[in-house]
């Protein structure tokens, strides 16, 4: 199948996970108090002092693996868990769908952060910034702060939003919902596995992710968009490909020659193996013959022998007793039989010239004579359709060659006659699937008719009672019992009389049926061989098997044997429908409002004149700001809820993947800072769960400054 280049990319390799070395330069943090900046992301980690430019970041995932050769247990963390491919079955994260809940997974991360970090003191001596979801759990919260004071007993702990400092940093407000780039990742994976359950590679996760980054994007209008694509080349149009790697199969090419010595060799061998057959038959046959007459002069000497000399022979020919000696002789004979001509001299004898015994053996002999002669008529049945076979054959081939095109005229004749009794064979059937149909109520009808006429009695079925009932005209002379036997056995005496069976049971198979196939089968192939016109796509095969254009479009069909099409991927619907979820998450399977529905009821809180404020000044942030359209989205799902003279702003962070952490190091560098965190004599007096009230954090459980 061709495939528009332009649309056709390649999977990048993945590359092998950076070594990210600890850092040496601790010494100017050391008892310095300097504020560390933790962004505790469902996909990333981001942890750093707040001096620095740019975080560290690092996968949060934590895999615990036992290395095969050394059989050492190994602790994993971020891209490393996908260069092991047995970790990857046993990773987890921190997160479980947006709330935070694997508290050894975070310790594990916390850990490995704190290592890079350089901080080699026993306790990590540095106040703490730390993001936590919106509107977070109190359980996760206390966990988390029990985690921070008792393992690593840092001073102080404050919790922050993610985008409430990614609006500090560029001094601008943003909302949130719970469905992020993990979901939307998830989410991918899961369409194209629908789409694809039989795909020759294993996605991952992180080829998802580079999907969602590269190819997908918003709609403004989403089923604007989807009535677009019904159009097959609109669908085409909009698709991209994605090449995953594969493996061309080696197969040795041979020329005509080398084919030719191949089929005459194996001609070759089978005429040997039809030779060696039949010397093995005739000398199987004369071993036999020879047996035969060793064992009936072993037997001669029976009489002439003594007991005891009889019993050595016995033994000494490997025999248990008589019965055995004369059991083998008389296989042999009947083996011998087989090979020769049967002969029945009783059958012509009269029964008055025989005894008991020839009486006996006249008899059998008939049953042998008749199994002889039927088999011999089967054979030259067999023979007789063998020869009109091979006489229809020389005369369809005569007329082939006579005029080729009326001849495969009339086989595509024959083929739309078997095809069409196929298809209204079909149509019944599934006509029968729906009780209100007509040949279901007549089917329905046939049915009771039957169970009727068994439960009538039968003088009335004599007297015509019921609609089922038989009118038998019999004779005058004929008695009361004939009468009676004559009205119950009329059943069946035409053999019209059992398609009622055929009518009712609708799930078998009938002869007509498959003698269609076969007859459709042979014709098609005569055509195949013969009619340069005719190919596999005018097959009844291809025919019923045909897809239509939108589906063929939605996932092209590749043919058999294409390694490099079967390993691609068609992303068309795809692309929008993942990126819908943040406006539709039900749509995926999540119960939670949408980003539209979110800030309109936001915006339903405030006054007229408050929500112009807020609708001049929208914000976006976070990894999803990155994807084409968001902001355009976010305008067409506004628009329609504002008067028409309200003025509408859109700004995205500079940068959303950074920014939020970058506001955490600007915060952390103030004297504010110092006031919103929870100290250890605090969380000791109010317990984990306790935070203060300030602008960049939650309000549950919150104490006010």
């Known amino acids: 199948m061709d495939v528009d280049e332009q649309h056709l990319s390649y999977l990048p390799m993945q590359p092998l996970p950076a070594v990210h070395v600890p850092a040496t330069d601790y010494d100017d943090h050391r008892e310095q108090h300097t504020p560390l900046c933790i962004d505790n992301g469902s996909t990333h980690l981001r942890f750093g002092f707040c001096t620095s430019d740019s975080p560290r970041t690092g996968i949060n995932m934590v895999a615990k693996y036992k290395e095969r050769r050394t059989n050492k247990p190994l602790l994993l963390f ?15 994260t921190p997160w479980e769908g947006d709330v935070l809940l694997n508290f050894d997974a975070l310790e594990n991360a916390l850990d490995y952060a704190f290592i890079h970090l350089g901080i080699d003191t026993p306790t990590v001596d540095h106040p703490i910034l730390m993001t936590e979801r919106l509107a977070s759990p109190l359980h996760s919260r206390a966990l988390t702060s029990e985690l921070m004071f008792e393992q ?19 001094n601008l407000p943003s909302p949130r919902i719970n469905w992020g780039t993990m979901q939307a990742t998830d989410y991918l994976l899961k369409l194209i596995q629908l789409k694809y359950p039989t795909f020759p590679s294993r996605l991952t996760t992180t080829q998802c992710n580079w999907m969602l980054q590269s190819y997908c994007e918003f709609s403004p209008d989403y089923t604007a968009l989807l009535r677009k694509l019904k159009d097959p080349l609109n ?7 994605i090449q995953f790697p594969y493996t061309l199969p080696v197969t040795e090419e041979k020329t005509e020659e080398e084919l030719a010595r191949i ?18 038959r005739m000398e199987k046959l004369l071993q036999k013959e020879t ?11 029976r009489d002439e022998e003594t007991k005891k000399e009889w019993a050595e022979t016995l033994k000494e020919e490997g025999l248990a007793n008589d019965a055995a000696l004369d059991s083998i002789i008389k296989k042999l004979e009947a083996d011998l039989k087989k090979e020769e001509v049967p002969t029945f001299p009783l059958v012509d004898v009269l029964d008055e010239d025989l005894d008991e015994d020839g009486l006996k053996e006249k008899k059998k002999q008939k049953l042998l004579k008749a199994g002889y002669e039927a088999r011999e008529r089967a ?21 082939r060659d006579r005029d080729l095109s009326g001849w495969a005229s009339k086989l595509r004749r024959e083929q739309e006659v078997i095809m069409t009794r196929i298809k209204e064979r079909n149509r019944r059937k599934a006509a029968l699937t ?6 279901s109520q007549a089917r329905m009808k046939s049915i009771a008719n039957l169970a009727a006429d068994d439960r009538l009695p039968k003088k009335r079925r004599k007297a015509g009672g019921g609609e089922c009932a038989v009118n038998v005209v019999v004779p005058a002379h004929a008695d009361t019992e004939e009468l009676t036997r004559g009205a119950d056995d009329m059943f069946g005496a035409d053999d019209a009389d059992w398609a009622i069976y055929r009518k009712i049971n609708t799930s078998a198979v009938s002869s007509d049926e498959e003698d269609d196939l076969a007859n459709l089968q042979a014709v098609e192939q005569k055509l195949l061989a013969y009619d340069p016109t005719f190919t596999e796509e005018h097959t009844h095969a291809s025919l019923t098997s045909q897809r239509s254009a939108l589906m063929s479009a939605f996932r092209p069909q590749y043919e058999e044997g294409d390694v490099q099409g079967k390993a691609r991927i068609h992303l068309n619907v795809e692309r929008w429908r993942v990126c819908e979820a943040w406006f539709s998450p039900s749509m995926a399977g999540v119960d939670s409002a949408g980003l539209g529905e979110v800030l309109q009821n936001i915006l339903a809180r405030f006054p007229d004149a408050d929500k112009a404020r807020l609708v001049r000044n929208v914000f976006l942030t976070g990894a999803p700001a990155q994807i084409p359209g968001l902001a355009d989205r976010v305008h067409a799902t506004l628009r329609p809820i504002l008067p028409p003279e309200t003025a509408l702003g859109i700004v995205r962070a500079a940068d959303p993947v950074l920014d939020a952490w970058r506001g955490m190091a600007d915060f952390a560098r103030t004297d504010e800072f110092a ?8 969380y000791d007096e109010w317990g984990g769960e306790r935070i203060k009230r300030w602008w960049g954090g939650n309000w549950n459980a919150s104490v006010p400054i």
């Open 78 to 92: 971020g891209e490393g868990i996908d260069i092991e491919g047995g970790a990857r079955s046993q990773a987890k």
């Open 152 to 170: 690593y007993n840092v001073p102080s702990l404050a919790f922050c939003v993610d985008s409430a400092m990614s609006f500090y940093h560029n």
């Open 235 to 241: 669908l085409r149009a909009s698709e991209r490909i």
């Open 263 to 280: 089929a005459e060799r194996k001609k070759e061998q089978g005429r040997k193996l039809q030779e060696l057959a039949a010397k093995s």
């Open 291 to 301: 047996d035969l007459a060793h064992l009936l002069s072993v037997r001669e000497r």
């Open 379 to 399: 054979k030259r049945e067999k023979e007789r359709e063998r020869e009109e076979r091979a006489a229809e054959e020389k005369r369809d081939e005569q007329e």
């Open 434 to 439: 729906d009780r209100k149909s007509a040949a």
């Open 675 to 682: 006031r919103v965190g929870v100290t250890r004599a605090e």
